[in-house]
């Protein structure tokens, strides 16, 4: 047999051996003179771990990818190029319990917290969960949170965790506060992704949603306020810078106020507060000035104007007044009956 019909034999045994089997088609060229074709190399078996949908469940163990076998390129040719890489797929997720803000301070914060729950259902321990929250007028999360590494970008606060070991959940209390005094009930949404690093690098298709509602408790206090902007103008013939600011109180209790007590805090800043006409009695405390008004019946709103002066410019600041009960016009306040605000203070320079 010559040799272009040998190879044309062994060629299609090779084929067929598909289908047909290895050991018929090595008989079918034995013969004098021929040499039996060597049995093909079994193909090793490949097994491939599938990523995990978000709220899919995990597997006890991977699912083993099916074995094929191919016949072996011919000489002289390219492999076939590798199949490109899946893409990542969310394998975090989260719930939110809701946010309610409590009652407000002194100084007219209201704080309340909220948990996450983060649930890594993967196979794999995930080294960066991050979550991004949007930055709002309305809610600002404390440095209290604990977040490994938390950082402002824009529009958007990030908090990035420890890592997540695979099928590990994780409670993550987060405390915020706000000065807004009310609202209707909103929906916050907060995006959690893993990241390649605690800069926050993104891992694309590894992004879930979670979401949080978000109210404020009911005023059970005795009093709200309000304050507004202060301006100091320019100097007047005799070097004296003069402006005001106006207050709102309003009692929100059942019962008359007899002695609302307005107190700004000291600030620093060299002002000093001139003629308030309309107190009832006015002092200070440690440099605090006081303002003790006339009665406010239940539900009543009043708004005083409260001209300060200086004679310098003044540092642009935030400054804070409070309004409490007494129980007397000395201003012997109520402890727990104080609620506050800030107002921001501004002044034109010397030149």
Request: proline share 7%; aromatic share 6%; net charge negative.
């Amino acid at each position: 047999m010559n040799t272009k019909l040998r190879r044309g034999i062994l060629a299609a045994a090779i084929t067929l051996g598909a289908t047909l089997g290895v050991a018929s088609a090595a008989a079918a060229v034995t013969g004098p003179g021929i040499t039996a074709a060597p049995a093909p190399a079994a193909a090793q078996r490949v097994t491939v771990a599938e990523p995990v949908a978000l709220n899919a469940s995990v597997p006890a163990e991977p699912t083993a990818a099916e074995t094929t076998t191919e016949a072996p390129a011919p000489a002289g040719t390219e492999a076939a190029p590798e199949t490109a890489a899946r893409p990542n797929k969310a394998v975090l997720s989260a719930t939110a319990t809701d946010l309610v803000y409590g009652q407000p301070d002194a100084t007219g914060l209201r704080s309340g917290s909220n948990i996450i729950t983060i649930t890594n259902r993967g196979i794999q321990q995930v080294e960066f969960p991050m979550l991004t929250f949007p930055v709002n007028q309305r809610d600002v999360l404390t440095q209290n949170a604990n977040c490994t590494y938390m950082a402002k970008r824009g529009t958007e606060l990030t908090c990035i965790i420890d890592p997540l070991a695979a099928g590990e959940s994780r409670e993550l209390v987060l405390p915020w506060q706000t000065r807004q005094e009310s609202g209707p009930v909103a929906t916050v949404r907060a995006r959690l992704q893993q990241v390649a690093d605690r800069e926050g690098t993104p891992i694309a298709g590894t992004a879930s949603k979670v979401t949080w509602k978000v109210s404020f408790a009911q005023l059970t206090g005795i009093f709200t306020i309000k304050a507004t902007p202060l301006a100091y103008s320019a100097p007047d013939e005799v070097g004296v810078r003069h402006g005001s600011t106006h207050v709102t109180i309003r009692n929100v209790s059942t019962e008359i106020a007899q002695f609302p007590t307005i107190t700004f805090q000291t600030n620093g800043a060299a002002a000093v507060f001139a003629d308030w006409t309309g107190c009832v009695r006015t002092f200070t405390v440690s440099w605090d000035a006081a303002c003790v008004e006339a009665p406010l019946a239940p539900g009543e709103e009043r708004t005083l104007e409260f001209p300060f002066q200086s004679d310098g410019p003044m540092l642009e600041n935030d400054a804070a007044v409070r309004v409490e009960a007494a129980s007397d016009a000395n201003g012997a306040v109520i402890a727990g009956t104080a609620v506050g605000t800030t107002y921001h203070v501004t002044s034109p320079s010397d030149n």
